[in-house]
């Protein structure tokens, strides 16, 4: 849009305040796209409500623009009340304040300013001031979660998890910062660290593997990512920069990003699956009604989102979704991945209705790269009441030093094969022994079922952080 067309727009929306308020009121434009109406004679809150859905109403009709043209825009509304103690500007950073509450809470409209609301704001510009530090800081770091084949309990592939290790706030999930880091478009540069990250990482573990064979990656993409035009150059990039085999690597985008889906990203898609790299719908079941776009891309794998597998242990209904979505990949030819399996019965119960591949906190946690190393070499993975998950990975050098080796292990780099020979050289500590199972370090909460992450612990190297 030009600018004699912008202004045409802000012109109609002024046009539209003033008619959706009263003659005693005040409206007028702070800056941009912002407005501000100063309500007077107003009884309470409840008046205020009034005036804010009037205006939500007058604006949410599409604007026809002089040129023809038809526009839509959203409308967020923050209201704050005068008190005797403050002046115009707090009054007006308020208002500010409870507006971007409002857009925060996606489905626009508006929010009442309260003085929590100030903080919320002030800790979120502080976390934004961060994240653009992070990357250069080297603090975000990457968690890696085995998936497994249900049946031959063998270790497939990983996926590739980010973790951001702040200065101050500790090791956070990516809950805690990716919709900021969508928001602010920060999550290309990362995800383009992701990907170079994972990929060198994977190929790095495949080489040290001595039994020819290798473990896939597997790298959540978001929408911002999705959108970019860089995503398949930086993709070729880590490809080429690693020399991992297109094919081990799969993009995941959950059914809610592909809702975003235009033309250039179905077309995206396209171009990524050419160049040999495999695509998979995260999270699938939860995000979007109709079926028939799965038609439109070339995805190659489902991923049954963590509440069909909860369903599992509810019994029915669930159960029949979950049958439901592993026939509908059958019949379309795409792998089945189960999220979220968490106990023995679930496993069973997917293994039999024909899901082809799990991951969850039965199998195992997600890992530091330290204690995937530590897995790599170690060779199998516990499950409680199963046969063990075998690797087949060559066992590599054994520790000549335990002091050095656990240097190695300090070290968040440290070579897998050092790292892994401490291990070696260690005795279970007697919680392990006792049947107890231990955290490895890196994911905060984890238990992981693995024996070899015992000696890790006690090594004094399991409570650090990456
Ligand atoms: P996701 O891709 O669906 O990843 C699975 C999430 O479930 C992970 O949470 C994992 O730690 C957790 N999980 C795995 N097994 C179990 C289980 O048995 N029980 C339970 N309760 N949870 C389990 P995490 O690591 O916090 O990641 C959350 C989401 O953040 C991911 O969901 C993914 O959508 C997003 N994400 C993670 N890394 C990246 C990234 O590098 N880029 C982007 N754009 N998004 C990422
Ligand atoms: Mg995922
Ligand atoms: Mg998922």
Redesign the pocket.
Known sequence: MGHGAGDELLAIVGTRLLNATRGCDTVARLGGDEFAVLLEHVRGEADAVIVADRIVHALSDPITLPSGASVRVGTSIGIARVSPADGVDELLRNADVAMYAAKGASRGGYAFFDPSMHAALVDRVSLESDLRDALDDGSFWL?Y?PIIALESHEVLGI????RWNHPTRGNL???QF?DLAEETGL?LPI?RW?LREACARTAEWNAQRGDGRAFSVT????VR?LESSSLLADVQAALAESGLLPSLLVL?I?ENALMHRTESTVERLHELKGIGVRLAI??FGTGYSSLSYLQQFPVDIL?ID?AFTDGLMRGTHDDALTRTIIALGDLLTLRTIA????HARQHSRLRDLGCDYG????FS??LAPRDMEVLLTRGFLEIPGEAPIVLRAENSERAEDSERAGAAAASPDGGGARAASALEAIAPPPAAEAGGRVAPRG?EDAEPPMAAARGARRRGVGGERR
């Open positions: 968690a979660q996926e590739a998890l980010l999930a990516p809950a990716i999550i995800g992701v790298v959540n993409l978001s990512q995941e959950t995260d999270d991923k963590r999220e979220g399996v968490e991951q969850g906190y039965l946690r997600p994911d």
